[in-house]
């Protein structure tokens, strides 16, 4: 009974955790969209932090917005005549760069669809204030005017990416002598959805190291939440040893949400990835931890129809003081496999919790049966039962346990009436618990053998409900029928309904010793757990229902093993005590026995 009412706590929390937590609230939007001037002023670049390690002195990492100049543009060395749109693409991608600026304008993914389209990594419909990924700042705002304004000569029009690595080059030169080139070499053989940035930046003979700005991020998944379905929107995200208090700290993973920004937008370290999140995809840079600085910016923006919620982005501009040179990017999906081949360190973006030890494992095993079956649905069974047959001996010994405890009860009974009458703080009270142990330790039954087994399952259950809802191979992963899409909530609610009625027959056959009242108590938790599975992620639901079917069958099969419970009979006081002393005076003849003379 308690582990059934701890089970039932487990998941009103979850319930709760999902149907509370929102994005953090949006900063107010004027009526043109853009940002309205917070009352609070940043952190001066020169931290005192910084100023104790020269090697993290920190650079004008967020310039004044892009504005016009009142000086006129020198005249172009070298550059092109007109604006036109590079397309990079392979079987995985889709990305177009502008020759105006050298900068990323689309990032489309073509196994990931978003309402029949391919998701897009890189937002649209943004104020025209905000930068395109791969932007340059310059400590001087008229250069990275130019910057931005210049139309660079690309070195190809189209490249198809297959087997061979590729490098596109874009090249600014003026009459001034700011000269820039941006190279972004792509080897798909190493990884799909990893390339490198190198940027060389000059005027007359000074060498520039510009801050690198990549604009609101990321597109594709707006934050949603309801019930089990939360789903994250953007979010900062940062994987090495910050500098805090000019102090290097331990390696750790760092998530960014809007509210941190506000007292906390600069980071600073030595720093493996970083970037931007969302619940399935991820832009991040990998200076593979060299000392870098970054800066978090949210950016508030209004809803897309009139009764929908603001949305807010997370921008970042990144500044190395060693410059870019061949600075890994990665731009797609946070699929486990993918990130790993990418990077050994980027998997930790995805955020499994405290359980990960189980749920990578997990997500290996559920990986290994999709490889053979090719669905995942079937998967998600196959999986169940292969776990519950590894379980089987723990149900097992759980269920007997129950049994033997459900024979004892009307003797438990027993010595509970003959002590009820006595308050809590009488000292005889201790006695009907020395009593019930004994009968315990009379009976061969240990009172925790019925909890543990079923707590040491709890694990797998929470592991699961997190793979499923964080893995993006559920995501608009079909099943069968109407179930088309595993990391949403079943759309015609069959399957928690049929879930429910497995708990109830599973209630009925599972042994108890809890009294009538308490009983009808108890078959009230499957109704609340069928409320909260409605919007729970139809691939929970899927495992959830196997597991309970599988559970029916094993109880079944134990209790035909087991047979019927015994019906104890509980002899009355007196006739305890004349068997009890007939015990003792044949006990006491054995240690002295009458010879006959």
């Known amino acids: 009974r308690r582990v059934l009412l701890a089970v039932f706590l487990s998941f009103m929390v979850l319930y709760i955790y999902g149907a509370l937590i929102a994005p953090p609230p949006s900063t107010p939007v004027d009526e043109a969209g853009g940002a309205m001037t917070s009352s609070s002023e940043p952190p001066p670049a020169s931290s005192t932090a910084a100023s104790n390690n020269p090697s993290l002195e920190p650079r004008s990492v967020s310039p004044p917005s892009i504005t016009a100049v009142d000086q006129p543009t020198p005249a172009p060395v070298v550059g092109d005549t007109e604006s036109r749109e590079v397309v990079v693409e392979n079987d995985w991608f889709r990305a177009v760069f502008a020759n105006?600026?050298?900068e990323l304008v689309s990032w489309q993914l073509k196994e990931y669809l978003d309402e029949g389209q391919p998701v897009e990594l890189v937002p649209v419909e943004l104020p025209v204030e905000e930068p395109w990924p791969f932007s340059l700042a310059f400590e001087d705002e008229r250069l990275t005017d130019?910057?931005?304004?210049?139309?660079?000569?690309?070195?190809?029009?189209?490249?198809?990416?297959?087997?061979?690595?590729?490098?596109?080059?874009?090249?600014?030169?003026?009459?001034?002598?700011?000269?820039?080139?941006?190279?972004?070499?792509?080897?798909?053989?190493?990884?799909?959805?990893l390339f490198t940035l190198s940027v060389e930046a000059s005027l007359g003979q000074q060498q520039l190291n510009p801050t690198l700005r990549w604009g609101?991020?990321?597109g594709g998944v707006e934050s949603t939440s309801s019930g089990f379905a939360f789903r994250q929107g953007p979010r900062g995200i940062l994987h090495g040893r910050l500098l805090e208090e000019g102090t290097i700290q331990d390696l750790d993973t760092t998530r960014v949400d809007a509210g941190d920004v506000v007292t906390q937008p600069m980071y600073q370290g030595q720093i493996d990835f970083l970037g931007v999140d969302n619940h399935y995809f991820l832009a991040a840079a990998l200076p593979q931890a060299q000392d870098a600085l970054i800066r978090f910016r949210p950016v508030p923006l209004p809803s897309r129809t009139p009764e929908g919620?603001?949305?807010?982005?997370?921008?970042?501009?990144?500044?190395?003081?060693?410059?870019?040179?061949?600075?890994?990017?990665?731009?797609?999906?946070?699929?486990?496999?993918?990130?790993?081949?990418?990077d050994s360190a980027l998997p930790l973006s995805i955020e499994f919790g405290f359980l990960s030890w189980l749920v990578v494992p997990l997500h290996r095993s559920l990986s290994w049966v999709h490889s053979s079956v090719g669905n995942w649905g079937f998967s998600i069974i196959i999986l169940t039962i292969l776990i519950n047959i590894v379980i089987f001996p723990l149900r097992h010994k759980s269920v007997v346990s129950m049994r033997k405890m459900q024979e004892l009860q009307p003797q438990m009974k027993a010595i509970q009436d003959r002590y009820k009458n006595l308050k809590a703080t009488d000292p005889d009270k201790q006695k009907m618990n020395q009593e019930v142990m004994n009968l315990y330790r009379e009976q061969g039954v240990n009172p925790a053998s019925g909890c543990l087994p079923m707590l040491a399952t709890m694990p797998i259950l929470f592991a699961f409900y997190r793979l499923l809802s964080m893995a993006i191979e559920m995501r608009g992963a079909p099943f069968m029928l109407w179930i088309t899409d595993l990391s949403v909530h079943d759309p015609l609610y069959i399957t928690p309904i049929v879930m429910g009625g497995t708990m109830v027959l599973q209630q009925r056959l599972t042994p108890s010793q809890a009294d009538p009242m308490q009983q009808k108590i108890m078959m009230f938790m499957p109704i609340v757990f069928t409320f909260m599975f409605l919007w729970a992620p139809s691939g929970l639901v899927v495992y959830w229902l196997t597991s309970n079917v599988l559970g029916i069958g094993q109880q079944l099969l134990t209790n035909r093993w087991i047979g019927p419970p015994k019906v104890r009979t509980v002899r009355p006081p007196a006739e305890r005590r004349i068997k009890k002393n007939a015990r003792k005076g044949k006990t006491a003849k054995q240690e002295h026995p009458i010879h006959p003379e």
Do not use: C, W
């Open 100 to 102: 105006r600026g050298a």
């Open 146 to 193: 130019l910057a931005h304004q210049a139309l660079y000569r690309v070195n190809s029009s189209h490249v198809t990416l297959t087997d061979r690595e590729e490098t596109l080059t874009f090249d600014y030169e003026d009459a001034t002598g700011l000269r820039i080139r941006k190279s972004f070499r792509f080897n798909p053989s190493s990884s799909q959805y």
């Open 216 to 218: 609101p991020a990321l």
């Open 309 to 342: 919620e603001p949305r807010e982005l997370m921008a970042f501009d990144l500044s190395l003081p060693g410059g870019f040179n061949d600075i890994a990017f990665y731009l797609g999906p946070k699929d486990f496999d993918v990130l790993e081949i990418a």
